[in-house]
């Protein structure tokens, strides 16, 4: 029967784009923070839409689960095999269409890193408003379907926000598509909306139109010592108020700061220690500094340090950028991606502190968008009573259980913490409807039921 | 039988909130445009989540199809009976709740008006970012279901990108609620995006958590004379690269000057006449005029007219605010909202003038969302060979057959003119599975199938 299926899948793709062999199937097997992952049944590798509904038409005659894989930087298990799935490589649907100028869109195959996406979005004078660490690995594809966040959704909103358009292949192996880049386009229900962030199990991305924004030169960076979360809060909420060149807002404490410089990826630019750390930037056509000056002026914070150049510029990004490579550095953390309230945001960080006794908790997030990354330290890796206590927090807090990250294998238990038994059916009837053999990635997102 | 329905929901709502006298009810039937409505079987009008579950009960019960209803400011015949359904009004769920400063957001019921909720925003120094001609009337409930857009798209994307989260009753009478206002929260489908714009067909919006914009104090207007569409086209893409104030670019063509002056609702400013007109509205904290004129001095434009002051302002908006008035001065006209990718918009509109042998075209529209409202005056309102015509050029043209307004009893027959089999197929899926029974809406954007 394997061999079927493989002789099948060969028919689509080309022999050798179907890879049994041990070793070259190794590297498709485990997640990056090898937490996650299984033995494949096989690994294929289409190039086209075609060839993708080809293989998904072959997998599902043969009864055969699958699991779509992109750039594999996924921190949930969303994109690696579980046991005996066949899994589908988009990779090398990387085609970039040429952006159009005057839509500034641009239709970008699943296989398209995002930092290929950056650069050609910046050769035509404009940007991609997504952005985060994994951009040399991270696909187009992966992107949309975990519906992928990073530090500018404050400024520009999650992937879901530049998703013009999608084409995918459903689980009987049939091509929706939407590429034509309509703004306004209310022509029936918007599948590329229930798409995103379905994480592989309603459909397979197989292209997207994306949106751009203005490529924007001019930028001022800064970050403010203040008093905590309640503060950062504050001051955030100033800065939105009068500073409309805003993009990112990143908050870091105490423990976070003294870990970075611990471990040499950075160094706190204050005379003395504070309990927390906003680091603010602005991008503009013209130079936004004026405008963050002002709002700095009326501020009451403890300190500022502000960038005058591009080296002091990466040397308070070098405290946020370096703060998770610090923490790897410590072993394998508990990391949890959550989002709260932002009103609750205080009592939450001061909520896991308190019910996290045993560990070294460090928090940092995108305080814009009320995500935190809890990370707890010195610990052992595979005890999740900790996760169970701190995203039990979040739920009693209003939040959310993934913020950015999905919800994957790692959280399909926890779902119902954030999400009610209404919502939940509501989920597993579009996915029995969409897919009712269950052929696509088994497991992630709903618990079998 | 229907006693016995109109007792069940009288013990939901209270008597006097069942409506079945034909006086009352006939303001409940009929659309504003005269064009759609039936007979309602009863018109039930709930005051809370509670009670909209409970009519939604109580109709599954009976097997009594359900429209939902707003403010009935729908041009597609999508919130009115076509005969014998039972009509749920949210009018009563008009609470708003208290700005979240902090978070930027407001949580508001199903039935206020966009107009109280423009209202409510701005008191607490924020504004709501859509906007259009019918905010007296149109509430929160009917424009996520519609996906309603407007002037403001350009900018602030459309009602889609305004729900943070969503209150709704499925089909079986069961609540799904995401109210907390998280703006990253990726922890399974997300069932508020598939509801925008699903026209009441798959549940009923009870509430809505929307974000809310910095409200901009500072505007300033323009209007430009040029060549054609292929110029306001141009004249849009260089305005978008270089004014970030940009809020709203709105096209109109000599026909639509015309009509206007003539059935005396404003007055070309030009002193000679030109092909087309686009008006342009900038905002901003600070005067955006600099901002405007420098890009107005690098343009190649026939002319240009700025208001320097309110009066002169009002005076350019009116003649794109009295152009659907002075339509209507002409008789019924074929209405018909469409959008084309930007590229193909020049093409299409000399399309539509050419198709349309008989009749008069009146063109006019929001150029930088591909957004056109076609205009035919002097036809037979009940003949649709015209609407037809324009609806098999927009698929020609790779556009939408429903930009703004939706496909509701309308268009539903010609959904499959940009619509695939296979997305239409996969929409019907969902609708099986969320409403089985085909309660909901039943003959709204999607013909019985």
């Known amino acids: 029967v394997a061999d079927a299926l493989r002789a099948a899948l060969a028919a689509v793709v080309g022999d050798a784009h ?74 090398r649907l990387d085609g970039l269409e040429a952006v159009d100028p005057l839509a500034a869109q641009v239709t970008a195959g699943a296989g398209v890193t995002l930092e290929a996406l950056q650069g050609h979005a910046r050769a035509a004078g404009l940007a991609f408003a997504v952005d985060y660490g994994a951009r040399s690995a991270a696909t187009v594809g992966g992107m949309v379907a975990t519906n992928a966040g990073g530090m500018h959704v404050v ?34 229900y918007d599948l590329p909306s229930l798409l995103v962030g379905s994480e592989g199990t309603l459909g397979i991305v197989t292209r997207a139109r994306l949106r751009l924004v203005p490529r924007l030169g001019e930028r001022a960076t800064a970050l403010f010592a203040v008093e905590g979360a309640e503060a950062a809060l504050e001051l955030f909420a100033e800065l939105r108020r009068h500073v409309g060149s805003l993009e990112a807002v990143e908050l870091m404490f105490r423990e976070g700061i003294e870990l970075v410089e611990a471990e040499g990826f950075g160094s706190d630019p204050f005379d003395v220690p504070h309990p927390a750390y906003v680091l603010v930037e602005c991008a503009a056509r013209t130079d936004p500094m004026d405008e963050l000056a002002e709002a700095v002026d009326a501020l009451d914070v403890r300190d500022v340090a502000v960038a005058s150049d591009s080296n002091q510029r990466a040397a308070l990004w070098a405290l946020r950028e370096g703060l998770p490579e610090a923490i790897n550095q410590r072993g394998v953390p508990h990391k949890l991606d959550v989002s709260v309230p932002l009103a609750t945001l205080p009592a939450f960080a001061d909520a896991v502190r308190e019910r996290v006794a045993e560990g070294e908790v460090v928090l940092f997030g ?23 206590a701190v995203l039990e927090l979040v739920a009693e807090h209003g939040g959310s259980v993934s913020a950015e990250h999905g919800i994957g294998i790692a959280k399909a238990r926890w779902l119902s913490l954030t999400r009610s038994p209404e919502e939940i059916a509501a989920m597993h009837a579009i996915k029995r409807a969409l897919d009712p053999a269950g052929l696509l990635n088994p497991g992630v997102l709903l618990a079998a039921g």
């Open 366 to 388: 995108h305080v814009g968008d009320g995500n935190l990354h809890v990370n707890v330290l010195g610990l052992d890796p595979d005890d999740e009573t900790v996760d169970q």
């Open 155 to 188: 400024r520009y909103g999650t992937m879901r926000a530049q998703v013009v358009g999608l084409e995918a292949v459903l689980a009987d192996g049939s091509v929706i598509s939407r590429l034509t880049g309509l703004i306004k386009d209310n022509a029936g």
């Open 18 to 91: 179907v890879l049994a062999d041990r070793e070259l199937v190794a590297g498709y097997e485990r997640d990056w923070t090898g937490r996650f992952g299984g033995e494949a049944r096989l690994v294929v590798r289409p190039a086209s839409t075609e060839e993708v509904a080809g293989v998904v038409r072959a997998c599902a005659d043969a009864g055969a689960a699958i699991v779509p894989q992109g750039g594999n930087t996924g921190l949930v298990g969303g994109g690696v095999p579980r046991g005996g799935e066949v899994v589908v490589s988009l990779a």
